[in-house]
Each structure stands twice: as structure tokens, then as C-alpha cells.
């Protein structure tokens, strides 16, 4: 706490929730990643509100400052849906929601044979989640094959809060692995993104604003990390 009559300058780091890993496959997008330097911090009361995941069938929410020139990070998408980075696409070959500019990337895009599916892997803030590879083989006359999912977004680093760089905002894998020679189930992006399982691995890491694991042969769908704000002021003041 901070308690004078002069204002001050700040750098601010929001990283808002991520979303949810979807039933049908994808992965939860990361919560936006937004990072400003030199801001005027007048004296006041000044309510921050850190975004939390979302769950299996939400977005993730937004983190906000009410500081003057400080923007809102966007939460994560869900479901193929847009977002502060986009989720994967899921089941039905959907392409991966798309990420707020300057926040985040878009997630990859889903692919399905028939029965077969596999679904894209949610954006992070340094790069867009990765596509599920597509299935061979043909649905109606002896099955598909092959396919498999995609990885998610790699985030980005910040060292406002431990003075080294820590990674943030990585995207959920997808969930996959149906079918004979599938690749099966992807990683998520470094930064906090929802690993397969379905112990707690399949979440977004909290106070990263990580992405959820999409559903999958090994996995239930995982919720979204928890976001973060870190303001970081001179000291001494």
C-alpha cells in the first residue's frame, strides 16, 4: 500500500483468465497479456480485479485497473471462440477463435474424419495454437485413421514480478486420440497452458492465465488459469 499526495510512475503487467478447454476437443485460449510502461498513477483508490479461468463451458474474465491509459486484458476464448488469445477449434473441423491484437493469438484449428476428431490448440501470447493434423483413411468404407490434435501457444515472459523473466499466458493442447496411428493428445503452451490428464494437470496453471486442455481420449476438459496484475513502482518513492 502506498499512501501520498503526489502521483507516481508505473509500469503494469494484466494478464487476464483463461478460458476453459472445450468438451468438443479444444483448447482454452490464454487470458490477454497486456504490458505498459510509464504510466501516471494519480492519488486515489484504485480497485484492481484480477480475471478468473474459465470453467469447462465458459471464457475466461476479464482483468482490469481503472489506471488511466491502463487496458483491459481480454479473457481468454472458449469453444473456437474469440478472446484475449482464441480458443481451438473443435469436433467438426471449426477454425480456432480469434485473439485480441496486441493481447494474444489465435487458437489452431480443429479437424474431424467421420467419428474421428481432434481438436486445435488455444492461442498464447507469443504465438497462435497449433492445428490438429488431419485423418486419413475414409470414414464410410473401412474407417479413418491418423489425425491427432493441436499444441498450444507458447506465452511471453515478464520480469515485473521476480525481477527475472517468468512465462505467462500459454495456450491449452487439444484433446484427441480416437483412432489407429492418431498423435494423440497435445501439450500446452509454455506460460501456464492445460497439460493432458485429468488430475489437475489438465487446468491452466493459476496467476498465469493459462488455457484449459481440451476433452480427449486421456483427458477431461480442464478449466482456465487464473490471470494476474503486477504493478511495479520506483522505490523508494
Request: hydrophobic letters at 25%; proline letters at 3%; a neutral charge.
Amino acid at each position: 500500500e502506498y499512501v501520498g499526495s503526489s502521483a507516481i510512475t508505473i509500469d503494469i503487467m494484466s494478464v487476464a483468465g483463461g478460458g476453459g478447454g472445450a468438451g468438443n476437443q479444444g483448447g482454452g485460449g490464454a487470458g490477454g497479456m497486456v504490458v505498459q510502461s510509464s504510466l501516471t498513477l494519480n492519488p486515489g483508490i484504485w480497485n484492481i480485479v484480477v480475471g478468473n479461468g474459465g470453467t469447462q463451458t465458459t471464457a475466461g474474465f476479464d482483468s482490469t485497473t481503472g489506471i488511466s491509459g491502463a487496458t483491459v486484458a481480454d479473457g481468454g476464448g472458449y469453444n473456437n471462440g474469440a478472446g484475449g488469445s482464441g480458443a481451438g477449434g473443435c469436433f467438426n473441423g471449426q477454425a480456432g477463435g480469434a485473439g485480441t491484437a496486441g493481447q494474444g493469438n489465435n487458437g489452431g484449428s480443429g479437424a474431424n474424419s467421420g467419428g474421428a476428431v481432434g481438436g486445435g490448440g488455444g492461442g498464447g501470447a507469443g504465438a497462435a495454437g497449433a492445428g490438429a493434423p488431419a485423418f486419413g483413411g475414409c470414414p464410410g468404407c473401412g474407417g479413418s485413421n491418423g489425425g491427432g490434435s493441436g499444441v498450444g501457444g507458447v506465452g511471453l515472459t515478464n520480469s515485473y514480478r521476480t525481477n527475472s523473466a517468468v512465462f505467462y499466458a500459454g495456450g491449452g493442447g487439444g484433446g484427441g486420440g480416437n483412432t489407429s496411428g492418431n498423435g494423440g493428445e497435445s501439450a500446452g503452451g509454455l506460460g501456464g497452458g492445460g497439460m493432458p490428464g485429468s488430475s489437475g494437470t489438465n487446468n491452466g496453471t493459476i496467476n498465469t492465465g493459462g488455457g484449459g486442455h481440451g476433452q480427449g481420449n486421456g483427458s477431461t476438459a480442464g478449466t482456465g488459469g487464473r490471470g494476474i496484475v503486477v504493478i511495479r513502482a520506483p522505490f523508494p518513492l
